[in-house]
């Protein structure tokens, strides 16, 4: 694959989650940072999923260290699914899915992100619209600054993690139709 195949296209325009009705959509969104190694796995896999055919209702996004500058995905979506790295003592390239309340549903060892993603979902939980929220996360050992390479039991995670997503997604649009 060329590097133009593989290079993720920006949404540069807050009236892209305004355009149309997206709250029978599912908004998929990867943050971490891409620049640091293992803990930029949810970009990455946002990064794979735009390579992929996906479902009209699946919509994704690499929120990368966004913070609050991502809220207005909330009031747009009424299902969001999350994916961040999160170094929880677990192997590497280990998944989990939690559907989190609250910031404190978290885990405590969320990356170098940890307190804005955290601060973020707080703020989410004071607006009028709350969507269902969940979070895969994947086990990460180590923190690499300055390099977009993920180490093998990371990117081996991927496959699995993009079904693992892709059946939530189907699961919860099943429900909701």
């Not at 807050?14 to 803990?39: C, H, P, R």
Request: aromatic residues 6%; negative net charge; hydrophobic residues 40%.
């Amino acid at each position: 694959m060329n590097l133009k195949e593989r290079t993720p296209i920006a949404i540069c325009s807050d009236s892209y989650f305004f355009e149309k009705d997206k709250s029978k959509s599912i908004l998929v969104m990867g943050v971490g940072n891409y620049l640091m190694g293992d803990e930029g796995i949810g970009v990455q896999v946002i990064q794979e999923m735009g390579t992929h055919k996906l479902p009209q209702h699946i919509d994704i996004l690499d929120g990368g260290t966004g913070g609050f500058l991502l809220l207005n995905c909330f009031e747009a979506y009424s299902t969001v699914i999350f994916i961040d790295a999160t170094m929880d003592g677990n192997p590497a390239g280990t998944i989990s899915l939690i559907q989190p309340k609250f910031a404190s549903d978290f885990p405590s060892a969320l990356s170098v992100h940890d307190v804005g993603l955290k601060d973020m979902i707080e703020a989410v939980y004071l607006m009028d619209h709350v969507p269902d929220i969940h979070l895969f996360t994947v086990s990460i050992e180590e923190i690499n600054p300055m390099t977009v390479e993920l180490s093998q039991k990371v990117k081996d995670s991927i496959p699995e993690l993009v079904n693992n997503i892709l059946q939530l997604a189907k699961e919860l649009h099943t429900k909701n139709v």
